[in-house]
């Protein structure tokens, strides 16, 4: 554990596909979340919109 | 300045369709077409047949071709041998059986003996036999680069085949393990190893190595490229070539192709059909052939005769051992700006991860000689691969980086990006510089560069230096820390046995336990981890100036020890932090 103080963290959307949970390190230089495990690089929104992508919630049909 | 390619062609037929070899024919005539010549990797149950023999040997008389011997079995072969397995999990003597048989058998249609052999995976024991029987045998084929755990997770069938921790390149394999090069002649076998393929040196390592390779159909398979765009393939095939950069001038790239991934009757597990796979591979060739119409220094080479070169030359030096090598990838599937710095003698092999404020990803100690063969008369069965002692992936917590603290607050270099600012060579040594990490450690603002000078006999100089400073009379404290294990697959090995030690006035020692022991010292002269295992010890010391030490044993749900190297200086510019790190056969240095 690191001594910096944790305000977001976000799991990398890739490996999240893969059933892999990666912490996303933040580059304050860049603005940018990058994945140590995998060659994920995006922005919060980009993480959100790849949870988004992971599982389709299809409207209930009756 | 010499870069090399080399074309390798499998004609493969399913038995019970001859009009299958129509398809290797196109496929020859799209190399020739380009004046492109080819190594031709040919199974029994093409060259038992007359006429494809013949053609074979025109191939060889008219365009320059080379041909050699694949070692499938097929059905007929199976039922021969009594062997179902593949050639690489024979037991011993059924393998000798089979390849005195498939010499003769080659010599029978081609009047003489193959000079290059290939399988995906040949052992030390495979490759001496070979070598003593068959003096003239100059190049195999002999690995799929990083084939093991990843690959394993991710196909569908099983693929009961590990060959991590060897070579990405044309290497000399030694007698005691053939993933290991040979770091003196005495250990040299004499045939030069060459990779199946070429790999994404940084997919291979975070993802599948047979989805990122210089062959299409893996490619295809990957999604890497399509028939609106080649542009990976283009850039993948100019960044191994640009590799002679960082190697005294010399680069190798071998493309692999069996025909049966142009034909129409190979199952699909792409999902473009044939035709498409044959247009992609016509640009492929096409485009090699513009790297050497382009570059004076690209040139197209057989695998015999290209093995003959590389054992007098430069890179390969079989006089001198294996020569250090160098690939510093960028990646350019996902355009991530991520880099590994990847380097390999015949001591060791490691992978510096920029991504991770230059730590130590992956690091294999060949300086400890594990003898390894593979099949069902070994004890290690599937697994080939060479051990790690860190591995960032397979085992998660397994690193060597540093941690910086001050002021209260205290971050780990593997946090934060950097990239590559240099990497030189000199006789016996290769220096690698990374950028500078920027790092605010409440409100005192650092910059911290790391160097590494890595040896060929197996030591590493690790250089932690003040580019900057807001506070020259600030104290900043410096942990080198390797977090190490030993192991193969992504499970944790049996640890017990592995000893700990502070070496200091009143030596303390540590025996594996998993009891989370610690212990810690000021004023070490290195601190060290012998896995008996392997039979290596790695040992952490300062350099220049006294530092404290601190070891720790780890425990079953955490099972890694840690070394801990921990320095305390002013935080001024130039001021600088150097440990060694040696790997070493056998037990620790004042014990033996």
Redo the contacts between chains.
């Keep these: 554990m690191?001594?910096?103080k944790i305000e977001e963290f976000y799991r990398c959307p890739y490996c999240l596909a893969k059933e892999v949970e990666i912490g996303l390190?933040f580059?304050e230089?860049k603005g940018e979340y990058?994945c140590?495990?995998?060659?994920?690089?995006g922005t919060k929104e980009e993480v959100f919109e790849g949870y988004g992508r992971l599982i389709p919630h299809p409207e209930v049909r009756h | 300045m010499k870069k090399v390619i080399a074309i390798i062609h499998i004609p493969e037929v399913f038995e019970g369709h001859p009009e299958m070899w129509e398809t290797f024919l196109w496929q020859q005539d799209c190399a020739h077409r380009q004046g492109l010549k080819v190594t031709l990797i040919v199974p029994y149950d093409i060259f038992r047949n007359p006429s494809w023999a013949e053609r074979l040997k025109a191939y060889e008389r008219e365009f320059g071709d080379e041909i050699g011997l694949e070692f499938g079995l097929n059905g007929e072969l199976q039922k021969k041998f009594g062997a179902r397995d593949s050639f690489y999990h024979l037991p011993l003597s059924k393998r000798w059986e089979v390849i005195r048989f498939l010499f003769e058998e080659f010599r029978r249609a081609f009047g003489r003996y193959p000079t290059t052999v290939a399988s995906i995976q040949m052992d030390a024991p495979t490759l001496k036999f070979i070598k003593e029987e068959y003096p003239k045998v100059e190049a195999a084929i002999a690995t799929c680069f990083e084939e093991g755990v990843n690959v394993y997770h991710g196909c569908t069938p099983a693929w009961f085949n590990f060959n991590e921790g060897g070579p990405w390149w044309p290497w000399l394999p030694s007698k005691y393990n053939s993933l290991a090069p040979a770091a003196n002649p005495e250990e040299n076998i004499g045939i030069v190893g060459i990779p199946w393929l070429n790999r994404d040196m940084i997919q291979s390592f975070d993802s599948r190595n047979d989805w990122y390779s210089s062959e299409l159909g893996d490619l295809l398979r990957s999604k890497s490229v399509s028939e609106g765009d080649m542009s990976y393939l283009y850039n993948f095939i100019n960044q191994w070539l640009e590799q002679a950069r960082y190697n005294r001038g010399f680069s190798f790239y071998t493309m692999l192709q069996e025909s049966s991934w142009l034909d129409s009757r190979k199952p699909p597990i792409y999902d473009e059909p044939y035709y498409v796979a044959r247009k992609l591979y016509e640009k492929y060739l096409a485009f090699l052939a513009r790297k050497r119409d382009e570059d004076p220094s690209v040139e197209v080479m057989c695998l015999t005769e290209f093995a003959k070169w590389f054992k007098g030359s430069g890179p390969g030096r079989a006089d001198q051992g294996q020569q250090p090598y160098v690939c510093l990838w960028r990646d350019i599937r996902f355009a991530s700006g991520k880099q590994y710095l990847w380097y390999i003698d015949g001591n060791l092999r490691l992978t510096i991860d920029m991504n991770r404020g230059g730590s130590i990803v992956d690091l294999r100690p060949y300086v400890a000689k594990v003898e390894k063969f593979t099949g069902i008369d070994s004890p290690h069965l599937y697994d080939g691969s060479y051990p790690y002692v860190v591995q960032a992936h397979h085992r998660n917590h397994s690193i060597y980086t540093c941690w910086v603290s001050s002021r209260g607050f205290r971050v780990p270099l593997s946090s934060r990006r950097t990239r590559y600012s240099d990497v030189s060579r000199e006789e016996g040594l290769v220096r690698v510089e990374t950028e500078p990490v920027l790092l605010d450690l409440n409100g005192l603002v650092v910059r911290l560069r790391t160097n590494y000078v890595i040896h060929s006999d197996g030591t590493l100089m690790v250089e932690r230096e003040i580019v900057d400073s807001s506070d020259r009379s600030a104290q900043i404290t410096l942990e080198e820390e390797l977090t190490g294990c030993w192991g193969t697959t992504d499970y944790p090995a049996d640890k017990r046995g592995i000893k700990l030690k502070l070496c200091r006035e009143g030596n303390q020692e540590l025996e594996f336990s998993y009891l989370g022991r610690e212990l810690e010292a000021p004023n070490v002269r290195w601190i060290g981890a012998y896995i008996p295992q392997i039979d290596c010890s790695l040992i952490l010391r300062p350099l220049e100036e006294p530092a404290s030490g601190w070891i720790e044993e780890g425990y079953l749900f955490k099972p890694f020890f840690t070394l801990k190297l921990i320095k305390t200086i002013a935080a001024e510019k130039g001021n600088k932090v150097i440990s060694n790190l040696l790997l070493e056969k056998g037990g620790f240095p004042d014990a033996r």
């Design positions: 690191q001594d910096e390190l580059d230089k990058y140590t495990r995998c060659c994920f690089v």
